[in-house]
Each structure stands twice: as structure tokens, then as C-alpha cells.
């Protein structure tokens, strides 16, 4: 007996009923609000809402200002959780200092949009991370360009 008709045949019995009638109560899920990583939940990553964060964030570096002024605490929480390979926490720090026009600087503010590309990718975000390295790479004067471009040659196998 083929493989796939076992399963079947085992699913079958196994709810009393045909396989391909779900059980009740088993309907696919709606959209939710969040995605889950590793079992775990990410509230406030829907891909929706990432992708247009995406825009918004460099938009909003785009207009910053300052410069020389040291790094927010916020800055140095998420430096130290991406340090540690913690993504999640990461990824949501790096999110809010790109995000913000506060405390940070335009260069601050750049280095965080990049590490929020390398979360974004570790945790496998991969369409929104290389928009964002997209974003750099066509950023002149942007310091981690070079870092982008080749995020973007070895990960994407962009040229």
C-alpha cells in the first residue's frame, strides 16, 4: 500500500470518519495578529504590517537629523540582544530606535534599520530583510552599504 493511502486509511480510522473531512473544530485558523517563530508568538509581526514598516522606516531616516549624538539606551538593549543572538528581542528593538524620530541620530538610526535587516533575516523574514538591504545599498553615504551589498550578493544571490 502507497504511503500516502496508509495515512489516509490511519486518519480515517483514527477520527471514525473520511480523511478528507477535517474534524470539527479543526477549520483552518483565521489571520492573526502576530507570526509565530519557533513555537513562539511575535506580537506585531504580521507580514502586512513589517512590509509597510519597511517604507515607513526608511522614509523616516530620510528626514532625520543630528549627528555625533550617542546612542539611545534603547539603541544599547537591542546592540546587546542581537550580540547575544537573541532575534526576537532584537529585531523589535532595532524596529522601534529605525522607527522613532527621537534620541538617535540619522547614523544611529541607519545602523539600526541594518541590524533590524539581520534580525529580520535570521528569523527568517526573508522578503522584508532584503528589502531593507535593498534600501541601504541604494542609500548613498549610508555606513553599512557595503554590508547590504553583500547580504544581498551572498544571502539573495544579488549582483
Known amino acids: 500500500m ?3 493511502a496508509l495515512v489516509a486509511l490511519l486518519l480515517a480510522s483514527a477520527c471514525g470518519r473520511p480523511a478528507a473531512e477535517p ?9 492573526t495578529p502576530y507570526t509565530i517563530y519557533n513555537r513562539v508568538a511575535i506580537p506585531g509581526w ?3 504590517e513589517l512590509s509597510r514598516d519597511v517604507v515607513a522606516i526608511d522614509a523616516a531616516i530620510r528626514v532625520s537629523e543630528g549627528a555625533g549624538a550617542p546612542p539611545s539606551k534603547e539603541f544599547v538593549e537591542a546592540k546587546r ?3 547575544a543572538e537573541r532575534w526576537i528581542d532584537a529585531g523589535q528593538g ?6 522613532r524620530n527621537g534620541a538617535d541620530d540619522r547614523a544611529t538610526r541607519r545602523d539600526a534599520q541594518y541590524f533590524f535587516a539581520v534580525a529580520l533575516y535570521q528569523l ?10 535593498r534600501q541601504i545599498k541604494a542609500t548613498e553615504g549610508h555606513a553599512r552599504r557595503e554590508s547590504a551589498t553583500t547580504w544581498l550578493t551572498n544571502k539573495f544571490c544579488e549582483r
Do not use: L, Q
Not at 527568517?124 to 538591504?133: L, N, R
Open 94 to 99: 532595532f524596529r522601534e530606535v529605525a522607527k
Open 46 to 48: 504580521d507580514k502586512d
Open 2 to 4: 502507497k504511503k500516502a
Open 81 to 83: 540582544a542581537f550580540d
Open 23 to 31: 474534524p470539527p473544530g479543526c477549520e483552518p485558523p483565521g489571520p
Open 124 to 133: 527568517k523574514f526573508f522578503s522584508e530583510a532584503g528589502a531593507i538591504f
